[in-house]
């Protein structure tokens, strides 16, 4: 399967059956975060590999408890390597370094 892109409609092949998803976000190049619905918690997010996915055609039946899922999800925010590029600025008590403090003479 190509790379897919954020609220692609997707079928996970699990372990059990296949199951109706929509993809939420691609944390890595192997990886997707998947709203899925689960038969006993309703409408989950869960980590799946890329193999695992295909695309669907047609809309499901759960597509919309999907959707909303995903939209009041917060993205993630992930903060790049060190010296890397970041998302924000981090913690806002700490802007800048500290002075030099003599110790005394």
Do not use: W
Request: overall charge positive; charged content about 25%; glycine content about 10%.
């Amino acid at each position: 399967m190509e790379p897919t892109a954020s609220t692609d409609q997707v079928t996970v092949a699990t372990s059990g059956a296949r199951i109706d998803g929509i993809v939420a976000e691609m944390p890595s190049a192997s990886k997707a975060v998947v709203a899925v619905m689960d038969r006993r918690r309703g409408p989950v997010l869960r980590t799946v590999l890329q193999t695992a996915l295909t695309d669907r055609a047609e809309a499901g039946p759960d597509d919309r408890a999907l959707r909303l899922l995903i939209r009041r999800t917060a993205p993630a925010a992930r903060s790049g390597a060190r010296g890397g590029p970041q998302v924000g600025r981090g913690r806002a008590g700490h802007t800048r370094a500290a002075m030099h403090r003599p110790t005394g003479k």
